[in-house]
């Protein structure tokens, strides 16, 4: 008789990181390689070695585009592996984006950083040293702990990359692309049946039937599970079999607004801005979040709901990701293909001002007002809309809006539990906008909604492994997964598992 056994490297008792090792007496296959993202003691895990070693994993498996899931795997490759990464075909045109985005700010920091140590040799010093004993911690705390006792923080600076543009694109090459539903050999005894998630375009759930010895055992990766009757993409797929499951938890104990209502604030919000000449910030993710928001705006607009505000899109990755929506319209939901035919144009917002350089970026606040904005990322730990929020947070003419998930640690979720002061860049901001949520946007199914899809387990997993969940949201949801008759188990960070 083989063995099977599973190692959970990432998305533990936190949202972000995924990463799943399958290991028998013949393969080793990776689920996901994702960046760990928030807290400063979350994203310094990024820095320990990979737990095993790269050329020897046979496989990896990717079941979205989003940074958490796929941002580690220019390292992986630049640390030796060279095996085949299978994804569906949409999710690789996304991850090009997303990988090729991350490499370029990770050398435009690093560059920065070197000027900063050129000038100021003695701080600079002091911050590498400081840096390696948060590594040392890091490896050996409790991570959880860290990142739940943080104060929340941003910082936009990096010391050395975690890998460049040339590492990123050495690591597209190896990419294979499937369809969905179509089921393949990705490894001795190891084969994957890829189904759509209905998360983001091109997400997946992905169904390993592996065969050791005199055993076959069928081990399901949720990956992030999207709401069903969501615009633009299909439902997720519902599973029926499993002898173990592997389930993402990001909404456990919370329920979204309805989307009308959803739909409605997003109205209510554009109105105030217009009424109060003022400004309307969306933090909100290149792939998924932003064209969804865009759809919403657009169909307020056409309905007659809204004025016509200029809308900057102060994310170059969310144009061209939206270009990829495009090009996969095979993906879409009915609805949206009925729009497509009649010649609408649902995902672009009339007259939106794409903003490339950060130059171009940094004028916005001068433009006149009102206007709104949809900048990356969705929860304030990079990109343009940190300087947005820096420049932005202390006029009371602005509403933050969001629109999306914020990770324990992250700015966006001190500011929507009341923090009156936030530090950017080492800078203590008094906070004199107004901040508002909408949960009902979210491409996580909420509680109930993943409830809805475990409801479909005709075949009860042996074990139900709860990830990507923040603890409290772990803790409210595992008992209500026991009282639907599941075994569940919520593991550690980097915590292994032998399957029977």
Known sequence: MGSMRLHFLGATRTVTGSQYLLETDRARVVVDCGMFQGSPHDVIRNRIPFAYRPEDIDALLLTHAHLDHCGLIPLLAASGFRKPIYAIKGTIDLTRLVLLDSAKLQEEFSQSHQRFAERHPDRAAAEDEETAAELTAASSEDPAAATRDAEPAAVTALRDPLYTVENANASLALFHGL????????????????LDAGHILGSAIIRLRVAEGDRERTIVFSGDVGRPGTPIIRDPTPVTSADYLLIESTYGGRTHEPQEVAIQMLGEAVKLTADAKGVLLMPSFAIGRTQEIVFHLDRLLEAGAIPHLPLYLDSPMAQKATEVYRAYADYFDE?????????ETPIDYPGAIVVNSPKESLAIEQAARPFMIVASNGMITGGRIVQHVKALIGDPGMILLFVGYQGQGTIGAALQQGAKTVRIDGTDLEVRCQIRSISGFSAHADEPELLAWLRNFAQRPRTTFIVHGDPPAQAAFEPKVKELGLATMVPAWRESVDLA
């Open 335 to 343: 609805d949206t293909r009925a729009l497509l035919a009649r010649e």
């Open 179 to 194: 369809d969905y539903g179509t089921e393949v050999e990705v490894a001795p005894g190891i084969a994957a049946t890829f």
